[in-house]
């Protein structure tokens, strides 16, 4: 498959030129086509903001749903259809703030669904104010006196709930960003993919410069499978690691220990009522 | 002191603290009375508190069929210090207070504590006979036990209960509760034979009933849920739904659907979406505050026609209000829940067979019409126990309404009914592209305005065929009826019983019959609905309510004012009693008879 497979001409993008999301959008078309998704079997879910909009530029189903809660639908389209390929796409409001309590909880539910969080530091949908991971002396017409509450860590928030997959990428290199993202979708389990990127319009602080300036690649030999080192790495600030913090594959899915996939894998609209279970459990009650 | 109790439907309440196995006492009696071949009815009065305060259970046994409750109290069990005192407004000089001496001492001592006198005390050693058998835990199977005896029920069919019940717990628990329950017999047998306190009961049996169902609300609606084919069901416990959850969790093997208790009620509703637009029959269960909680969910389910079903079992507010009582406040809640104008529909059963084919339907209306529908039930409903003959499991027909998808598939295709055949993600070739904004046939987000009011015009087109598609209203009595007394939900029975006892003392005036109608489906109104009221000369509806919500409702699709209005909004249930008294003065019959000893809402509030 090619990356012009998840095009879809007709789409009415509501970026700004030079959006971070632009650049996320084209990697993960890219994502897709190298893993031979078919759009027919995906289905993208997202919320509100300027990230959840994403699902209307690329081929696939989707599910645009209520702020903040996109993770909510996810888990339950792919409990409903583990056949599926379920991608939540949100942003650092969306999903760390409004959605904050279905973030832990999604967490801990560990379904096989890869969670991207497009991560500016700001509130791009309603126009420049602070969002959850927004540093310290941001100045916003709401903030007016500076942020000075301390940011949301999601990546240290992750592994702390011992999250299976836990990345963080930077939408201004593809390259890489195509190599997390592909790692995440193939990862069985949850997993959650933190992507910096620049807000062009009102965030002025944290630029393409600024994030290429203070971001590297963890080391090749990282552990990603020790968790205390990861959350380590994770807490790091001032210069910020990329790439794959921590994985734990042992975990078992969501999806897997539902005892209605234990003998039959068999979507849930497949399944019909079974009159005569129907009548056994009334007639228990004579 | 001698009790002969020959009416043919007695009241039996047991009172005692949360903890305390008042509940396990109205399990196995409940289950061997029916079984025994008298009718029964039982419904509970709880505090929201996991020990201490005063619970208490009514278990009407009958020669013929009841379901509702009664304020009357024919036998009082008293399991605690506090019963008597709790239960004083009901106690009238007939009840036979029944208790352990030590807890019915204080009552005894200053009879003229209770506002009628009564002297029919009786004392049994509960709680030295617990003692004796290894604890107080075991004082509520011994109550069980004496009550038992009393109703002439077999002992191997208690003690057939009692092993069902507590195997789970061990040999040596189950060995003292069946000692227990023998402990019970003799005390009970002890009464029959006392020549100072003899107590005996005549009822009469029926074989028939033996082999009937006894249900909740709870139950009859659960199985109306798997019955309509729900799948997936996701949702936070609180009182009075959390049974239901249990009930559909404690089914999810057998029916193969996925219950997931969510970290809230906002992710329980937007998982049941996702689940439902993935082709899972989903639903939620919750009530009060927590179905506010999904308020934004209702109308995610409306913009983006995803079908739903709400169960809202309703208890009384504001936030939460009184969390163990019943109420009818939340109708206006459901009906105007969620941002903006679509359609939905709300079925409010009022008996146990309803119970079972609403939520059936509503399964598959919200399927048909791609929209919310709630089952609106109630603490009173959904915790009372009754026995029916049957249920009607052949007529239950799902209907599929999703489509196989083609590659140039439209979610929001205009169609001339509004309903645009539904696919599903995985199920054919096309793509579905759901979204919570305004979007154009695709699904895709749009601004564009000509689509925005073509999609309103949609949405709401829907409705003319779910008002074609309304129940009609159920009518108890003659058709020619000059006064008509109006219910919805949970009053059916108490209604209904009121009206009988008017008939059978003969207090019906010669000329002027008052039927009964009941709504069932309080949203949107069958047509029906405003020749019946237009038919009366005088209208009265009762609601468990301060506003009289339906009665509102009513007037918006009627343009009918109904004047009359008995409301009552304590927490607690309408009794036969106060309906039946509320009845006659809304017929202009001057009240003679015993009518109810308990106190009106009004003088409670």
Known sequence: MKPRDFDLPDADVAWCPGCGNLSILRSLKATLAELEIQPENLVFVSGIGQAGKLPHYIKGNVFNGLHGRSLSPATAIKAANPELTVIDVSGDGCMYGEGGNHFMHTIRRNLDITNLVHNNMVYGLTKGQASPTSQRDFNTPLQVDGVFLEPFNPLAVAIALDASFVARAFSGDRKQSIEIFKAAIKHKGYALVDIFQPCVSFNKVNTRDWFREHTYYLEDDHDSHDRNLAFQRATETGEYPLGIFYQNSDKSTFEENLTVYQDEKTPLYQRKLDKDKLRALVESKR | ?605
Not at chain 2, 163 to 188: C, H, V, W
Not at chain 2, 358 to 369: E, G, I, P, T, V
């Open chain 2, 1 to 605: 002191m001698s009790v002969f109790l020959k009416e043919e439907d007695i009241s039996i309440v047991l009172c005692g603290e949360a903890g305390q196995g008042i509940q396990t006492v109205e399990a196995v009696l409940a289950q061997a009375v029916k079984q025994t071949g008298y009718h029964i009815f039982s419904t509970k009065e709880y505090m929201s508190r996991v020990r201490g305060g005063e619970n208490s259970t009514q278990i009407r046994i009958s020669s013929d069929r009841v379901a509702s409750y009664v304020d009357r109290i024919d036998i009082l069990l008293a399991l605690s210090y506090g019963a008597i005192d709790h239960l004083k407004d009901r106690i009238s000089p007939k009840t036979v207070i029944i208790g352990d001496p030590e807890h019915i001492k204080s009552a005894r001592e200053s009879e003229n504590n209770l506002p009628t006198l009564n002297t029919n005390f009786i004392e049994i050693p509960l709680m030295e006979t617990a003692e004796d058998i290894g604890g107080l835990i075991y004082a509520n199977v011994i109550a069980a036990g004496a009550l038992s005896c009393l109703l002439d029920i077999p002992k191997e069919i208690f003690d057939g209960l009692i092993s069902d019940m507590f195997a789970r717990k061990g040999p040596e628990i189950l060995q003292n509760d069946l000692k227990a329950g023998e402990a019970g017999y003799t005390l009970g047998k002890g009464l029959m034979e006392s020549e100072e306190n003899q107590v005996k009961l005549s009822l009469e049996a029926h074989s028939t009933v033996r082999d009937e169902l006894l249900l909740s609300g709870t139950d009859a609606a659960g199985m109306g849920c798997l019955a309509g084919g729900c799948k997936f069901m996701s949702s936070y416990p609180m009182t009075p739904s959390t049974p239901l959850q249990a009930f559909l969790a404690g089914n999810a093997h057998d029916f193969e659907l996925v219950y997931e208790q969510a970290e809230d009620e906002i992710a329980a509703i937007n998982m049941a979406l996702g689940a439902s637009y993935a082709g899972a029959r989903s639903m939620v269960a919750t009530s009060g505050s927590g179905f506010a909680l999904m308020e934004e969910g209702v109308g995610l389910a409306g913009m983006t026609e995803t079908p739903v079903v709400i169960y809202l079992g309703q208890r009384p507010g504001p936030a939460v209000g009184l969390p163990t009582r019943t109420s009818q406040e939340d109708l206006n809640l459901a009906l105007y829940s969620g941002t903006g104008e679509f359609p939905r529909i709300i079925f409010a059963p009022g008996k146990l067979e309803d119970a079972f084919t609403l939520s059936q339907r509503a399964f598959n209306l919200a399927d048909k019409y791609q929209i919310p529908v709630f089952i609106l039930s109630d603490q009173y409903f959904a915790d009372c126990y009754y026995n029916i003959p049957s249920l009607p499991l052949e007529e239950v027909e799902n209907e599929d309404y999703l489509i196989k998808t083609t590659p140039n598939y439209r979610r929001y295709l205009i169609t001339q009914d509004g309903v645009t055949p539904r696919g599903i993600p995985g199920y054919g070739d096309g793509l579905v592209i759901l979204d919570s904004d305004e979007h154009d046939e695709e699904g895709h987000i749009t601004e564009n305005l000509e689509i925005r009011t073509q999609m309103v015009d949609k949405r709401l087109k829907k409705m003319e065929h779910i008002r074609k598609d309304a129940l009609t209203p159920e009518l108890v009595g003659s058709e020619d009826y000059e006064n008509l007394v109006l219910g919805w939900g949970s009053t059916y029975w108490p209604i209904r019983e009121a009206l009988e006892n008017i008939r059978k003392k003969g207090l019906n005036p010669d000329s002027g019959e008052t039927s009964f109608l009941h709504l069932k489906q309080v949203y949107p109104l069958h047509s029906s609905v405003t020749n019946y009221l237009e038919k009366a000369e005088d209208v009265i509806i009762l609601e468990n309510n301060a506003h009289g919500q339906m009665a509102n409702i009513i007037q918006l699709e009627t343009g009918l004012e109904i004047q009359e209005k008995y409301l009552k909004y304590n927490g607690m249930p309408f009794s036969v009693e106060e309906v039946e008294k509320r009845l006659l003065q809304f017929m202009g019959i001057e009240d003679s008879g015993p009518g109810g000893h308990g106190k009106t809402s009004g003088e409670v509030l």
